[in-house]
């Protein structure tokens, strides 16, 4: 299983960036192999990184973090804001308005 969720993984990112122009698509495309469909960092993947992903539903996940640091996360990658260098940097995936999307669309999901 955990095979099968790099391989879905590394495949997002031959994806041309325009293939998801809606946030929602974009976060399912790109981000809820890790993240889970819904957010809460239970996707396929998951359970074999060493730390687990971001749940983007929990309230405390959001006081401890600003807009920018996530959307600096997304782009620049996990080791740009200190945590996890697995989680892969969007920079050559998606444009700044795309990310911005995925930010706000992280933002629905609180619980």
Same mark, same amino acid.
């Given at each position: 299983?955990?095979? %099968?969720?790099?391989?879905?993984? @590394?495949?997002?990112?031959? @994806?041309? *960036?325009?293939?998801?122009?809606?946030? #929602?698509? &974009?976060? =399912?495309? $790109?981000? =809820? /192999?890790?993240?889970? /469909?819904?957010?809460?960092?239970?996707? /396929? #993947?998951?359970?074999?990184?060493? /730390?687990?992903? *971001?749940?983007?539903?929990?309230?405390? $996940?959001? *006081?401890?973090?600003?807009?920018? &640091?996530?959307?600096?996360?997304?782009?620049?990658?996990?080791?740009?804001?200190?945590? &996890?260098?697995?989680?892969?940097? %969007?920079?050559?995936?998606?444009?700044?308005?795309?990310?911005?999307?995925?930010?706000? %669309?992280?933002?629905? @999901?609180?619980?």
């Amino acid at each position: 299983m955990k095979t %099968y969720g790099l391989i879905a993984l @590394l495949s997002l990112c031959l @994806l041309p *960036a325009s293939a998801f122009a809606n946030p #929602a698509e &974009s976060f =399912a495309q $790109f981000c =809820a /192999v890790c993240h889970g /469909v819904g957010g809460a960092g239970d996707g /396929v #993947a998951a359970a074999g990184l060493p /730390v687990k992903p *971001a749940n983007f539903t929990n309230t405390a $996940f959001w *006081a401890e973090r600003t807009d920018e &640091s996530v959307f600096k996360a997304i782009k620049e990658g996990g080791a740009a804001i200190g945590k &996890s260098p697995l989680m892969a940097p %969007y920079k050559d995936s998606m444009s700044d308005e795309q990310i911005k999307g995925i930010v706000s %669309y992280l933002r629905t @999901l609180i619980k």
